[in-house]
């Protein structure tokens, strides 16, 4: 049984398609151990909390400094004894000794396809509005292991979305979410609760992957 703890800030989507994936199935030998926010007010936790997921809000406005709240977010995480930690719309940095004692064990969901549109500053909408300024005609989700970099990790799977001519970042947001973000995510997990994904010479290497169009439509593994 692959325990994974979700952090997140927000409304927690994300986090919905992977209690949804889990419960149906579709993410094999897997259990949401406990989710964790650093925002007291974020759904995220009534999402948990109304699926009988344990739930904690460890937020740095409570530590006298970065350090303390960085030792006290690891020792929360060490607790619950999980196997994989999944970066759900987590608005805070991780802090190296996480990604040290997690090594190729914690995974992200960036709302573009890297490199484009990645690292320090892209995050949320800002990312489609960095799109749509360029004017590309295609972006994407990527779901990546988590190094000691911004967005630059091994790539574990991607989806492109076509961008539409009367997008705003608002639409394109969602879009990507709903057709990319929220089919990727709960696939990586499965693959990585089944052994199926391996870091070798910091790139992912999917051993005896086939794509399941019927569960993971169109979803493409670079």
Known sequence: MLRIAVLVSGGGTNLQAIIDGVNSGKIHNTEIAVVISNNRKAYALDRARNNNIPAECISPKSFADREEFHRALLAAVDSYKVDLI???????????????????????????????????GHYGLHVHEAALGRGVKVTGATVHF?????????????????????????????????????????????????????????????????????????????
């Open 86 to 120: 999944v970066l759900a719309g987590f608005l805070v940095a991780i802090p190296e000794i996480m990604v040290k004692a997690y090594t190729n064990r914690i995974i992200n969901i960036h709302p573009s396809l890297i490199p484009s549109f990645c690292g320090k």
């Open 146 to 222: 988590v190094d000691d970099g911004t967005d630059t990790g091994p790539i574990i799977l991607q989806k492109p979305v076509m961008i539409e001519q009367d997008d705003t970042p608002e639409t394109l947001q969602r879009r990507v979410m709903e057709q990319a973000e929220w089919v990727i995510l709960p696939q990586a997990i499965d693959l990585i609760a089944q052994g199926k994904v391996k870091v070798i010479d910091g790139k992912t290497v999917l051993l005896k992957f086939q794509t399941e169009r019927n569960s993971y439509e169109n979803s493409y593994c670079w």
